[in-house]
């Protein structure tokens, strides 16, 4: 099945830097990825979503990179503001008839003011 | 529009208990999703309903079940409570079947088993 991790439980930036969350999965057939903003007490929010045949996503302040060939995947938030303080979570989906999402641990992201 | 709402917010149960937990999609959505999200954790995927069919179970025991109605809203039942069934229930909308048109999710259901 498809396992997915993350490089860094947590990160802390300055406000109005830039910051990268990244993320692996294992599984080569996977075809669509999401990137979710947790806060507390809340369910995950839709940020960005990429399928596998695009490597580049962007929304506003927000990036989305897709390697296939190491698969990673990363979120790019620019000019990170206090209110991007959350749990971001990446978001598998494997392909085929399974019909689920495998979602990693989770980074902590601190937005020091 | 409302998005996809819970109900309850929050449950306390005692061990052995029942309980069920409820979801209403996006208007317009046939896909029903459930996950279980412990605390520190990541979701991790329970059930999928489409057209009121079961298309996806994830790794849980007999103990949960879902069914969903002809309106798409669904129901999550858990029995024999553990304390590990202790997690926030999640549910997700899709216009999809395949989900390849992005999952909306719940604000969830705050189960605590005493």
């Known amino acids: 099945g498809e396992s997915v991790g993350l490089h860094l439980p947590t990160l802390s930036v300055q406000e109005g830097d830039n910051s990268i969350i990244n993320c692996a999965y294992s599984n080569s057939a996977s075809d669509y990825f999401i990137w979710y903003k947790q806060e507390s007490g809340k369910g995950p929010q839709f940020i960005i979503d990429?399928?596998?045949?695009?490597d580049k996503r962007q929304g506003q302040r927000v990036t989305v990179l897709l390697n296939k060939t190491v698969k990673h995947l990363s979120l790019q938030i620019a000019a990170t503001q206090p209110g991007d303080s959350a749990v971001y979570f990446c978001?598998?989906?494997?392909?085929?008839?399974?019909?689920?999402?495998?979602f990693g641990k989770g980074t902590l992201l601190t937005v020091n003011p | 529009d409302a998005g996809v709402t819970q109900s309850p917010t929050h449950l306390i149960k005692t061990r052995g208990q029942h309980v069920t937990l409820r979801c209403s999609p996006i208007s317009g959505h046939k896909s029903v999703s459930w996950y279980q999200q412990v605390l520190g954790q990541g979701p991790q995927f329970i059930f999928q309903y489409y057209e009121k069919e079961e298309r996806g179970r994830g790794n849980f025991p007999d103990r949960f079940s879902a069914r969903q109605f002809p309106n798409y809203s669904s129901e999550l039942n858990v029995n024999a409570l553990l304390l590990g069934d202790s997690a926030l229930y999640l549910c997700?909308?899709?216009?999809?079947?395949?989900?390849?048109?992005?999952?909306?999710f719940g604000s969830g259901t705050r189960l605590t088993v005493v």
């Open positions: 990429i399928r596998s045949n695009m």
């Open positions: 978001a598998v989906h494997s392909g085929g008839s399974n019909y689920k999402l495998t």
């Open positions: 997700a909308s899709s216009s999809s079947v395949s989900g390849l048109t992005g999952y909306t």
